[in-house]
Structures are given as structure tokens and as C-alpha cells.
């Protein structure tokens, strides 16, 4: 290749450098094809460990990022042209280059134009303009078991497609909000278990949005830890990392922006909204599972002859134990909603707490607060996690 197209393309070069440093979390690979006549020569790029290789010709070395666009233009001088195809998660970018013309091309990951879309007698995908597009995150969607083997999404998998979906809707503007103030954005899942949702966040943010995003995910349990750290090999989602610790020991390394809790059991989510709290972190999202602590410890008389029966008290505690993290939550400055998740019909732990942090510590709402507390004769574990003073 001439020395003019060899100049333009190292120019190109130097860009995928920068964009390898910046976007090193979603690199994939690059691969350059050299040709000489008929034949063709590949060169491949990627990332193992914290080196960036370089394989070509049957040798392999080590590279510093700043060195790629020397060694491919080095390399294009005794060729007539190269094809340079760049990935990361959600882009592919192509530049080619011969003595005539160097050019490039920039393409994101699109819906397929076949209707995705499945049905069975009992239930069916919505119309709805989904935020998780089973055609667009087909290699996500089959990895966490949503898709089948044929791209559709499987009948017994319908239900939780569509949850997984209204999630991402239901903390939509939370995420963007916070993007506004934040370059990149830390979330934090507590009791994470498989991860799922997770994924499916790290996909919207980083895919959908396209902006940059890093997760860390906390399980008291090696298994489902190792289970998330396989997952995210997978898909090569590197952004990630999993710890096996209860939440009341984690203490955080970077700065967190979100914590998100799915169905904690008890008092574990009490110990998320308190992580959250006294870490300071700007939003947070719960979806509590069973509540026992103020289920054995409140009484209120004028209620006795309603919560004699059993099933009625347990209820009346759990719209008790959310009501109370709520008010506590607005205590500590917090902006707060309590929504539907899902169907009562699929499932009766189906709340979701969204907190955002608007203010400084509200006194009077602490006020009222203590007085529910003493009304109700109960001492709820979430205060005694709190820094209130």
C-alpha cells in the first residue's frame, strides 16, 4: 500500500486505540485481513488478562494499546490492501484500506426484522415496544435460559421474559437520571443470586443506552457466585465482578451510584437499604421477600379483632415492615415510591421500594417515625443499621 493510505489508516488506528483504552471493559477482538493478490493474511487482536495480544503470521507477542497502529500499518506497507474489523459489546466497526481509498464504517447491533414474538393459550407477549428486544439481545436472552436454541423465546419462559422486561421499564428514568450526572454508572446487587436481572441491566446500559456502566454482584453462597462469574465469562461481559460475602460485611471500593435487592429474605433487605444509606448512594431499588421480624413483634388494639386471624396479621406486617422502610428512607432524604412489580396473581411479594436521594436528613419524618414505632410496640432492625445520628 502506498504511503498516503498507510498515513489516513494509521489515523483510523489511533482511534480504535483510544476507543480499546476507554472501552476496555466491552472489547471483544479486532481482526485485520491483509491481502497480496489472491491470498490472505489475518492478523488477530484480544484482550487476555490485562494484556492486549497480537497473533500474526504464527507468532504471538504482547502489546501496549499505543503500539497497535503501528504494528498493523507496519505490517499494511507490504500488502496491496487490509480489511480491519473492530467489535465490542453493541459495535462493530470496519475500516478498509488499499492504495485508492481508506474508509470506515461504524454499525450498532439492530432488531432483527422477523417478528420475534411467541404465544401459548395461557399467556403471551404484549405488543409493547420492549426494552429488552429478544432479536437484539438474543446471545443474553439464550444464555440466562429466555431464548431457546431457534431465537424465539420459550413458551415456559414468556412469564418471566415479560418481568424481566418491566423491571428495566420500571427503573428506566432512575437509570437515566442518574447517567445525566455521572459519566459511568457503579450497581450494585445485593443478594444477587444468579444475576439475571443484573445481566439484563448490564445489557441495557451498556447496549441499549450505550453508555458505560460497571456491576458488582454479592451472594452468601459460592454457588450461585460461581454460577454469575460463568455467566459473564460467556458473554464476555467483563464490567462484572462477584463476591461471596453476607451484605452487612461488604464494604465498597468505588464509588456505588444504584443498589438493587430482589427478594432478600427478612432483615437482608434491611441491611441493603442500609448499605445504600450510609454509603451515601444515590438510588436504590428492593422488591422484599418474606417478612418475619415485625410480623412477631407488632400489636395494635383497635386492629385485634382483624389480625386475630393469622393470614390477615402476616399481610398487615408486610405492608407494616415496607411503610417503615419507607418513612425511614424519607427520613434519611430520600425521595421515595412504592410500586407493583408484578401481579398479585403470580406472586404476593410483588412490591417494589425505588428510593432517590433529593435531601438532607428530613427530621419531622423521623419524628413520625418514632411515634409509629412506639403506636406499634416494635423495633425494627433497619433504625439500629442506620447512621440517623
Not at 502489546?63 to 507490504?78: D, F, H, P, V
Not at 446487587?189 to 447496549?207: A, M, P, Q, R, W
Not at 460485611?249 to 442500609?274: G, K, P
Amino acid at each position: 500500500m502506498n504511503k498516503q493510505s498507510i498515513k489516513k489508516l494509521s489515523l483510523f488506528l489511533t482511534g480504535l486505540e483510544q476507543r480499546i483504552a476507554e472501552n476496555r471493559d466491552y472489547f471483544k477482538k479486532a481482526v485485520a485481513v491483509f491481502k497480496s493478490g489472491t491470498r490472505e493474511f489475518p492478523a488477530k487482536i484480544w484482550i487476555e488478562g490485562d494484556k492486549i495480544k497480537l497473533n500474526f503470521n504464527g507468532t504471538t507477542e504482547i502489546l501496549e494499546t499505543n503500539w497497535i497502529s503501528l504494528r498493523i500499518s507496519k505490517y499494511a506497507e507490504n500488502y496491496d490492501s487490509v480489511v480491519i474489523t473492530y467489535e465490542e459489546r453493541g459495535t462493530t466497526i470496519v475500516i478498509e484500506a488499499d492504495d485508492k481509498n481508506v474508509k470506515m464504517k461504524t454499525s450498532e447491533a439492530k432488531e432483527p426484522e422477523e417478528n420475534i414474538g411467541v404465544h401459548n393459550e395461557t399467556y403471551q407477549i404484549s405488543n409493547r415496544d420492549y426494552y429488552i428486544k429478544a432479536g437484539q439481545a438474543q446471545e443474553l436472552l439464550k444464555e440466562i435460559g429466555i431464548l431457546g436454541s431457534n431465537g424465539k423465546v420459550k413458551n415456559d419462559k414468556i412469564r418471566k421474559y415479560n418481568q424481566i422486561d418491566h423491571f428495566v421499564e420500571l427503573i428506566d428514568d432512575m437509570i437515566k437520571d442518574l447517567l445525566k450526572e455521572n459519566e459511568s454508572i457503579t450497581v450494585l446487587d445485593c443478594g444477587c443470586g444468579k444475576s439475571y436481572l443484573t445481566f439484563v441491566l448490564n445489557y441495557y446500559i451498556k447496549e441499549v443506552l450505550k453508555k458505560p456502566c460497571y456491576f458488582i454482584g454479592l451472594d452468601y453462597s459460592n454457588t450461585v457466585i460461581e454460577a454469575s462469574k460463568r455467566t459473564a465469562e460467556n458473554l464476555g461481559y467483563k464490567n462484572m465482578e462477584f463476591k461471596v460475602t453476607d451484605i452487612k460485611n461488604y464494604r465498597a471500593s468505588r464509588e456505588i451510584h444504584l443498589v438493587i435487592c430482589l427478594h432478600a429474605c427478612n432483615t437482608a433487605t434491611d441491611e441493603a437499604i442500609a448499605l445504600a444509606v450510609n454509603n451515601n448512594v444515590k438510588a436504590m431499588v428492593m422488591v422484599p421477600c418474606c417478612q418475619q421480624e415485625i410480623l412477631k413483634q407488632y400489636s395494635y388494639p383497635p386492629f385485634q379483632d382483624i389480625i386475630k386471624h393469622g393470614i390477615l396479621k402476616a399481610r398487615m406486617a408486610d405492608v407494616i415492615t415496607d411503610g417503615i422502610r419507607a418513612l425511614l428512607l424519607e427520613a434519611m432524604g430520600y425521595k421515595v415510591s412504592v410500586v407493583e412489580y408484578i401481579s398479585p396473581v403470580e406472586t404476593p411479594k410483588n412490591l417494589m421500594i425505588r428510593a432517590i436521594k433529593t435531601q438532607a436528613k428530613d427530621p419531622l419524618a423521623l419524628e413520625r417515625y418514632r411515634e409509629l414505632k412506639k403506636l406499634l410496640g416494635i423495633n425494627p432492625t433497619l433504625e439500629k443499621l442506620l447512621y440517623i445520628d
